[in-house]
Structure formats: C-alpha cells, structure tokens
T-cell receptor
Framework: NAGVMQNPRHLVRRRGQEARLRCSPM?????VYWYRQLPEEGLKFMVY????????ESGMPKERFSAEFPKEGPSILRIQQVVRGDSAAYFC??????????????FGPGTRLTVL | QKEVEQDPGPLSVPEGAIVSLNCTYS??????FMWYRQYSRKGPELLMY????GNKEDGRFTAQVDKSSKYISLFIRDSQPSDSATYLC??????????FGQGTRLTINP
C-alpha cells in the first residue's frame, strides 16, 4: 500500500516563474492537506481540500498561491511568480473519510522548493 | 505569541538516557495532541496521539497531557541513536487543521 506521494521531490525556480507541486494521497483517502515548513521552523497549515472542494484555506497567502484537488488526479499546489521567500519544504498529508473526532494525517516526503 | 511553543533545542544526550520533550499551548480548544518524528529530509511520521489529560504509553515512548496547565510531554526511555531526529508536537484545531510546534532537534550519542 503506497503512502502519500509527492513530486517533484526537489524543484528549482527562478524568481517570477511558476511552481507546481503535486500530491497523490494514499489509496482510499479523500482528504488532502498542504503544509509549509520554512527552515528551522515547524510546519504551518496552508489548505485543506476534499475532492473538488476547498474546505479551509485560512493558511494560504492571499496572492499567488492556489490549490486544487480535482475529481481525477493528484492535488496541485500552484505558486505563481515565485519569490525567494517561497523557498521552503512543502508537505502534503492525507486522511481517510472524515468521522467525528480524530483522523490521522499521513504525510508525504515533501517537495523542496528553491527559488533563485 | 505562538499558539504552540516548543524549545527548538538542539538537545544532545547519551545513549540509554531518558529524554523529555515538552510543548505548551495557549488555545484551550485543542482536543487532540500528537507527537511526530521527522528525520532529516523526510516527512513527519506520527509517533503517538492522545485525547484528554493523562498518560499514554507505547513501548519506550510515553505521551503526557496536562490540559489544566496546557502542557504536553513526550518521554523516551532507553534512548537509541536511531531516535535522533526532530520531534514535533502538534494539536488539532477545528476541522482537522494541525497546529505544530517548532520542533526539537534531538541527538542521541552512542
């Protein structure tokens, strides 16, 4: 049973380019979360999605960042016109169908974005 | 003030020592408390989670929650070099949004 998959693992972009990060959740999981980890910091929540729906995007910067989780295919985190401050590790997590209470989030290996 | 405070360390102890890792939090609405382990250049993996105050033990690991003090701890007994990693506390806020501490970098010296 494959875990959460993220690609690419490493991504280098120049300032002003677009970065597109992909996340395939674990089989049977319908909930996806994106987190960002800046150097020497903990993970910060960005967005929570279910298939074709954004449930909570309270952690997303207002501009340049967007996320989607289409009916078919992986979840995509898109960063337009990247700046050096976007350099970070971006982690995706998935969980199974939500039930009341606790649902464990399983994390992928992350995409390390470097903006030159 | 951060919602979750965690001493980033680094913390270095000899093999076999008991390790104590701690976090404090400010939001009394947090209900679920997790400890994740993250090896360098890897994603976090869940070690333990607890709900409500009290202790939970799993092998060499014990998680402790004190809601009255808004304080959680992770104890590692008989620490091993393979335990060397960054340990992150995390808590649930609202609809499954995890709030993480900064992480404590731990090194176990053989």
């Amino acid at each position: 049973n494959a875990g959460v998959m993220q690609n690419p693992r490493h991504l280098v972009r120049r300032r002003g380019q677009e970065a597109r990060l992909r996340c395939s959740p674990m089989k049977g999981h319908s909930h996806v979360y994106w987190y960002r980890q800046l150097p020497e910091e903990g993970l910060k929540f960005m967005v929570y999605l279910q298939k074709e729906n954004i449930i909570d995007e309270s952690g997303m910067p207002k501009e340049r960042f967007s996320a989607e989780f289409p009916k078919e295919g992986p979840s995509i985190l898109r960063i337009q016109q990247v700046v050096r401050g976007d350099s970070a590790a971006y982690f995706c997590a998935s969980s199974p169908q939500g039930v009341a209470g606790y649902n464990e989030q399983f994390f992928g290996p992350g995409t390390r974005l470097t903006v030159l | 003030q951060k919602e979750v405070e965690q001493d980033p360390g680094p913390l270095s102890v000899p093999e076999g020592a008991i390790v104590s890792l701690n976090c404090t939090y400010s939001n009394s609405a947090f209900q679920y408390f997790m400890w994740y382990r993250q090896y360098s250049r890897k994603g976090p993996e869940l070690l333990m989670y607890t709900y409500s105050s009290g202790n939970k033990e799993d092998g060499r690991f014990t998680a402790q929650v004190d809601k009255s003090s808004k304080y959680i701890s992770l104890f590692i007994r008989d620490s091993q070099p393979s335990d060397s990693a960054t340990y992150l506390c995390a808590m649930y806020q609202g609809a499954q949004k995890l709030v993480f501490g900064q992480g404590t970098r731990l090194t176990i010296n053989p």
